[in-house]
């Protein structure tokens, strides 16, 4: 029986029963069709901690759109709400299934099906993974320039859901600044197809963007078309210690003033740095001299060799040391070498993931940094004193990965982890900021988008919804407040 509530209202559907997975298998094939423990928990979930578990309802896996188009409109013929899975990488909560949903991966949708170096473009399936993608252009001399440590499992259509960031943002933006088309399937297994590959198309609303950063809830994309770069000239990467990340910002000032252009400038705490070091076995810092904080320095130089760029970061970073603003540094002579460097910081988030962090993704104000920092450290001794307190980051963009870990021995408590984050986003909230950078919303942040969001721009928000799913079977209970959910 058709389910007849409308998106504005939530729809939690219904567990699948066996005739429902009969119904699902006769699309996409019984052997793409699972209700096993094992499926159900590892594509029933993300990355994300929090108050809720994984309880998905059967996992599908079409292969073509078609497939997906039959999938969207049998789960509405039946009252069952549809979570989109990609690499399930994400660690808001986004891709969760908690209330028995069918989980629609499209692990089988991986292929990239075009590359256009004349117009700088591919064309992918979206479980094509962004390394598979940034693999292709490569081929042609071309780069996809959105990077994250993650990029080998991440898949294009999740990093389309969330509006993947990454690690050269200042430089290139985010996944936002280089979509260029979208095969989008949404309610009634409607197949929309947005922009169609152009850089210029002046005929009214940018329907792809809207659907770039929803994180699932209007339906789900099938293709892309994404734009690509020519790869710099030549590029220097250093790491260099600083006392504060006030030093650091001084730092990227006078990057921002010099002859070359910044692509990347990331920052990490000495405790991070430790627990990098420790999960490596290491114990060898890259510094002599150990410092608070650190920073990671890419550069792209017009000159024509690495060379060139090693002088002229190497320039800056001299004059930076004697202005006090570092206390030390080390440069990359070699691509080994800037791999080596890089990997300091890419592999932060993997080495404190065994604690099970509790993860705020924030975007503030530059000039307000040093002030959200010592504010939230002393929220941590109010709120959770027996956290432990990790900070890494995008320094250039304004993005920082606040991780609260719990004791080694204990677990934080919940109620104490719900007052944190209130006081956190209030925080976020008053120095300008925004409570999500590029992790989305998700299960996690939901309660407090309205510190960002007014409520016109959310019954806005909801009516994008309707338009797009009038059923509301797309990921339900997430992004909007009073969403549905279990």
């Given amino acids: 029986m058709r389910n007849e509530r409308s998106a504005e209202e939530g729809h939690p559907g219904r567990r699948p029963g066996s005739d429902d997975l009969e119904a699902l298998g006769a699309i996409v094939g019984p052997g793409a069709v699972s ?7 590892a594509y029933g979930a993300d990355r994300a901690v929090g108050p809720w578990s994984a309880d998905a309802g059967a996992v599908v896996r079409p292969k073509t759109l078609d497939e997906v188009r039959a999938v969207v409109r049998c789960c509405e013929r039946r009252g069952l709400s549809i979570v989109p899975s990609g690499g399930r990488t994400g660690l808001v909560g986004g891709a969760v299934a908690s209330c028995g949903e069918v989980v629609v991966s499209l692990d089988r949708m991986r292929a990239v099906l075009d590359v256009d170096p004349l117009a700088r473009t591919v064309r992918c399936e ?15 001399g071309l780069f996809y320039p ?16 969330t509006n993947a960031g990454g690690v050269r943002v200042v430089r290139y933006g985010p996944t936002r600044s280089w979509v260029r088309g979208l095969v989008l399937v949404t309610g009634g297994g409607r197949v929309l197809r947005l922009g169609r590959g152009l850089v210029k ?37 250093g790491v260099v210690g600083a006392a504060s990340v006030e030093s650091l910002l001084a730092l990227y000032g006078r990057l921002s003033g010099a002859r070359c252009t910044v692509s990347a400038f990331e920052c990490f705490d000495d405790a991070c740095l430790d627990a990098v070091l420790r999960a490596r076995g290491e114990t060898r810092p890259p510094l002599q001299t150990t410092a608070p904080m650190y920073g990671l320095v890419e550069i792209e130089h017009d000159g024509e060799s690495d060379e060139a760029a090693v002088d002229a970061l190497t320039e800056v970073l001299c004059q930076a040391q004697e202005a006090g603003e570092i206390l030390d540094a080390t440069m990359a002579q070699t691509p080994a070498q800037a791999r080596a460097l890089w990997s300091l910081r890419e592999s932060v988030s993997e080495a404190l993931h065994p604690r099970r962090p509790h993860k705020a993704d924030v975007t503030l104000p530059q000039r307000a940094m040093g002030d ?14 027996e956290g432990e307190l990790r900070i890494f980051g ?20 919940a109620a104490a982890l719900a007052a944190f984050d209130e006081a956190l986003y209030g925080l976020v909230s008053d120095l300008g900021g925004s409570l999500s950078a590029e ?8 309660p407090y988008l309205s510190l ?18 009038p059923a509301g079977v797309f990921n339900p209970g997430k992004l909007l407040p009073d969403d549905g959910g279990c």
């Fill in 146 to 161: 959105v990077d994250f440590a993650a990029k080998g499992t991440a898949q294009v259509g999740g990093t389309i859901a």
């Fill in 439 to 446: 992790h989305g919303v998700g299960l996690l942040k939901r």
């Fill in 126 to 140: 979206a479980g094509a993974t962004v390394a598979a993608v940034d693999e292709a252009a490569r081929a042609h």
């Fill in 372 to 385: 959200f920092l010592a504010r939230a450290r002393a929220l941590v001794e109010r709120h959770v004193p």
């Fill in 394 to 413: 995008h320094l250039g963009d304004g993005n920082l990965h606040v991780n609260l870990l719990p004791p080694r021995d204990g677990q934080l408590a």
């Fill in 201 to 237: 198309d002046n005929t009214g609303y940018a329907l792809e963007q809207l659907v770039v950063g929803a994180e699932g809830t209007l339906g789900i994309v099938v293709e892309a078309t994404l734009g690509l770069a020519v790869p710099p000239r030549a590029v220097a990467v």
């Fill in 452 to 469: 960002r969001r007014t409520p016109e721009e959310l019954a806005l928000m909801r009516a994008i919804k309707a338009a797009f799913d």
């Fill in 35 to 41: 209700a096993d423990a094992g499926d159900l928990a």
